[in-house]
């Protein structure tokens, strides 16, 4: 485990050297806690309306972007497809899309439950308990929604509740589903306008805080349709967290270092910023998890969060094979199991 001091002082170390040390002690403890195979998780971007005003994200309620939904038939088949590539786990993402139901989205996960059998996480923001909960019954397995930041204050500016006076507790969200019985999985956006380093060395520590089961985390990737990428506030006193690929590395080998059982995937921002190089580097400095896109390409495109999305111009098949090349060439494999987390396991 690790001070806060001594994770503030990695964060801002730039000695190659040291920093190959400190990598080396995250693969160790990633290989003797979670060992080399690397799990796979099929990502279906299921929708692009979003409710929400996120300063940093490319698909907020105010842009003019051509928005979809995927049908049922359209979800069930992505999920198909990553059966047939050997994965453990569909993950359903979008935006907050309060067009779907709880019990269309229900209907869909005993679906995919029946036809494949694989395990099944959510990412659908910010739900009311009984929904969780209803989802919880119909056969889903985890759930993930990233905090962004620990720092309330950044918090807030970053991301504006849907109507004045409307308080958004990802914590407790994340304290919900811990109690449905979910694998929770949480993570924080690394460097963001006014971020510091100190902010993000309590990200790190509330990793460890709430116990969780799979953690992401990506560097912040500029959105020209923000306002975080047209009016930045970065911090001028020498205190401000970049957002690039070699922080992003720091973060996952220290959230590793103090994680060891956790899932913790390389993350699609990181391929974005950093190629097929970037995401081995993950996978290399304490990652486990790679979540290949299966979205049908024609709506990839559309589910803009950050310019140039690692993948968006890809069919399924194509991901597949990039994320396999780039674990032949560092000598992992993936998964055969549904890929549960060792974190979660050893609690229960
Ligand atoms: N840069 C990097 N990551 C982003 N996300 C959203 N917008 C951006 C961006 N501009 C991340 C958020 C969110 C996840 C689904 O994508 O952390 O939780």
């Known amino acids: 485990m690790l001070a806060k001091e001594e994770i503030i002082n990695w964060l801002k170390c730039e000695d190659e050297a040291e920093l190959a040390k400190l990598y080396d002690r995250a693969d160790k403890i990633r290989k003797e806690n979670v060992g080399d195979e690397v799990h796979l998780r099929g990502l279906i971007e299921i929708s692009n309306y979003c409710a929400r005003l996120c300063a940093y994200c490319g698909i907020r309620a105010e842009n003019k972007v051509t928005r979809y939904r995927m049908s049922k038939e359209e979800i069930v088949e992505s999920a198909l497809m990553a059966k047939k590539f050997g994965y453990g786990t569909v993950v359903l993402q979008a935006g907050e899309d309060y067009h779907f139901t709880a019990d269309y989205i229900a209907d869909i996960i005993k679906e995919i439950k029946v036809q494949t059998g694989m395990a099944i996480t959510l990412s659908l923001g910010e739900k009311s308990y009984k929904e969780l909960k209803q989802w919880k019954e119909a056969g889903a397995n985890r759930y993930l929604i990233r905090f962004e930041t620990s720092n309330p204050e950044l918090f807030k500016k970053i991301h504006p509740p849907l109507k004045e006076g409307m308080v958004c507790d990802r914590f407790e969200v994340l304290k919900s589903l811990r109690e449905l019985g979910y694998e929770v999985g949480s993570g924080a956006l690394i460097g963001i306008p006014g971020q510091s380093y100190d902010d993000l060395a309590n990200d790190i520590l509330k990793f460890k805080e709430i116990d969780l089961d799979m953690i992401g985390v990506g560097p912040f990737i500029p959105h020209p349709d923000t306002p975080l990428g047209k009016n930045p506030e970065y911090r001028t006193d020498g205190e401000q967290v970049p957002s690039n690929v070699d922080m992003a590395f720091k973060v996952v080998a220290l959230t590793r270092i103090m994680c060891p059982k956790a899932n913790i995937p390389s993350t699609t921002a990181v391929s974005t910023l950093?190629?097929?190089?970037?995401?081995?580097?993950?996978?290399?400095?304490?990652?486990?998890?790679?979540?290949?896109?299966?979205?049908?390409?024609?709506?990839?495109?559309?589910?803009?969060?950050?310019?140039?999305?690692?993948?968006?111009?890809?069919?399924?098949?194509k991901s597949h094979d990039d994320v396999i090349e780039t674990l032949t060439s560092i000598g992992r494999f993936p998964s055969t199991g549904l890929g549960n987390s060792k974190n979660y396991e050893s609690r229960k």
């Open 274 to 317: 950093g190629g097929a190089k970037g995401r081995a580097g993950g996978l290399a400095k304490g990652g486990n998890v790679i979540m290949p896109n299966m979205t049908p390409v024609k709506y990839r495109k559309l589910y803009e969060i950050y310019p140039s999305k690692a993948g968006s111009l890809h069919d399924a098949q």
